[in-house]
């Protein structure tokens, strides 16, 4: 009986163990190029003290933590928070008419790992929902058109994640082994009748 629990035990560690989960994608000392409607021109950035300058798209994650923005956009309706753990938070600015809205981030090489997916987390705030687009391993796309903001502050976030880290195979295999190993010794020992 006690050889049969163990081999149960060994069958769903192994059978669990290629299994992973999304991890959370670290944006510490990440640079981020952004664009608002497909122009450089539309997003302003933190490390510019969003002025209105060449460049200024371009900003790296704030790494005090302090609760500001890396972006607005350059008619103020939206500011874009980043934060390390990777939690994208974007803020309406006040009454935000309808419209196409759309922004495009872009990490570049500057990633840890490379994007697999973002998952919208909260959107209560807002009416309609945004439409979320992972472009590439390092750029994502968000379409706000569909959003009602309502009257007054409001905001939705999303969490980037990357590809879970790889199980090493080896260790499936050989508690795989040890499992058939177990399970061999007990059919071996196991009277007859």
């Known amino acids: ?3 049969r629990r ?3 035990t060994l069958a ?6 290629g299994q992973a989960q ?3 994608l670290p944006l510490q000392h990440t640079t981020i190029s952004a664009t608002y409607n497909g122009s ?3 997003m302003l950035g933190l490390d510019q003290q969003f002025a209105p300058v060449p460049g200024s798209n371009v900003t790296a994650i704030d790494p005090t933590g302090a609760g500001g923005v890396e972006f607005l956009s350059a008619d103020f309706l939206f500011g874009i928070d980043f934060a390390e753990d990777g939690l994208m938070t974007v803020y309406n600015n006040g009454p935000v008419q309808a419209g196409a809205y759309s922004m495009r ?3 570049g090489a500057s990633l840890g790992a490379p994007l697999t997916r973002f998952t919208l987390l909260d959107s209560a705030a807002t009416g309609g929902l945004p439409v979320l687009n992972l472009i590439d391993g390092h750029t994502i796309g968000l379409d706000l058109s569909a959003l ?3 009257s007054g502050f409001s905001s939705f976030s999303a969490r980037l994640e990357a590809a879970p880290s790889p199980v090493p195979e080896p260790a499936s295999a050989t508690l795989m082994l040890a499992g058939l190993a177990a399970f061999a010794l007990m059919r071996r020992r196991a009277p007859t009748a």
Do not use: P, Q, R, Y
């Open 105 to 107: 981030f872009d990490f």
């Open 1 to 3: 009986m006690k050889t």
């Open 148 to 150: 009602d903001w309502g």
């Open 12 to 17: 769903v560690v192994a059978l669990t163990a």
């Open 22 to 24: 999304a991890a959370v």
């Open 6 to 8: 163990m081999l149960e």
């Open 40 to 42: 450089a021109d539309g």
